[in-house]
């Protein structure tokens, strides 16, 4: 049995990794990192709010009447979150990799937010995802465009789940997301389909980090397990 595959019904792979200085360092500052974010995402958004940049022709979006659809959004988004957690639970190195690659998108949606500032497409209707507006700060924000923030953050946990039929579920949950914003006029198309390419990359280079140095286990397959994040 190795820190990557666990056992379903053992909880030992996290008492394995502890052992490791470097995991518990690495937890410490993806965590540490990871508050330091959500504290800097309302400051940040707010002022990427002020400014201007091009409206772009979208050929898709005049093609889609604007129509509200942030449930199904909110709950194909956070559904998946609520699984990924459960697997986490079994599961540090899905926990090391998800976390760092968070971090690191993020910070590559920042800049790349700063460098290609967008104005909002026409007939966007407010996102209404309490949890994720809950770090927007207390305007509503649009601008937050390049590249698609709720697109990749489904894709990412795409990515870090490993059971088969979790990386169908989440995988069908991005594709449907992605529509979906474009049919609420969230986002452009460029920006719903370039986060499926950006954060892979991301990940790629994020996962290398999380693992470095600690995750030296050779893996076992499991039924459970027959999907690997690569």
């Not at 599961?91 to 790349?112: G, K, N, Q």
């Not at 600690?214 to 459970?224: D, H, I, L, M």
Request: proline share 7%; aromatic share 14%; with cysteine.
């Amino acid at each position: 049995m190795g820190v990557l595959h666990p056992e379903p019904n053992e909880d030992i792979a996290w008492r394995v990794a502890w052992k490791s200085a470097v995991f518990r360092r690495k937890v410490a500052i993806g965590i540490f990192a990871l508050v330091l974010l959500l504290i800097a995402f309302p400051f940040f958004f707010q002022a990427i709010e002020q400014h201007t940049g091009p409206l772009l022709n979208d050929w898709v979006l005049s093609q889609l009447p604007a129509r509200d659809m942030s449930l199904p959004i909110f709950l194909l988004i956070w559904s998946t979150g609520v699984l990924l957690l459960v697997r986490v639970r079994r599961d540090p190195a899905m926990f090391m990799t998800f976390v760092y690659s968070y971090l690191i998108v993020s910070l590559s949606r920042m800049v790349s937010i700063s460098l290609v500032p967008l104005n909002p497409p026409v007939g966007l209707l407010p996102l209404i995802d309490p949890i994720s507006n809950a770090f927007y700060g207390r305007t509503f924000i649009t601008k937050d465009l390049f590249y698609s923030g709720h697109t990749s953050t489904i894709f990412l946990m795409f990515l870090c789940l490993r059971r088969r039929w979790d990386r169908l579920f989440a995988l069908a949950g991005s594709f449907v997301v992605g529509l979906l914003l474009l049919i609420q006029h969230v986002h452009y198309t460029v920006d719903v389909v370039a986060a499926p390419l950006l954060t892979y990359l991301f990940f790629r280079l994020a996962k290398r980090i999380a693992l470095s140095g600690w995750n030296n286990t050779a893996p076992v397959k499991s039924p459970e397990s027959s999907a690997t994040t690569e």
